[in-house]
Nanobody, 126 residues
């Protein structure tokens, strides 16, 4: 059974930084394409960033390009989201997601993902 556990959320002032981590259980992490999504109160869950099995291909929502960076450590079975220059509109619950995929693919739609974490809250104050 695959389990995803996020950590690293919290409260930060606008302009600050946070680094989210996602730990993945199971034996086949290196076969998974991974992504980060977020959901603010009253809004749909939205794509933030994604990367391929090797980490060689990435994709970002326009709202976070240049501020956020997604990465992975296949040996430690972890995915990271470095968030810089945070804005109040980044406030949301952030979710880690994964799915088995062939090399090079990055998925940007929530429906594409099979495995999900419980989420970690990020609050950015102005």
């Amino acid at each position: 059974q695959v389990q995803l556990v996020e950590s690293g959320g919290g409260w930060v002032q606008a302009g600050g930084s946070l680094r989210l981590s996602c730990s993945v259980s199971g034996s086949f992490f290196s076969r998974y394409s991974m992504g980060w999504f977020r959901q603010a109160p009253g809004k749909e869950r939205e794509f933030v960033a994604g990367l391929s099995r090797s980490g060689g291909s990435t994709s970002y929502d326009d709202s976070v390009k240049g501020r956020f960076g997604i990465s992975r450590d296949n040996d430690k079975k972890m995915v990271f989201l470095q968030m810089n220059n945070l804005k109040p509109e980044d406030t949301a619950v952030y979710y880690c997601a994964g799915k088995s995929a062939i090399m090079g693919l990055v998925f940007t739609t929530a429906a594409d993902y099979v495995y999900w974490g419980q989420g970690t809250q990020v609050t950015v104050s102005s």
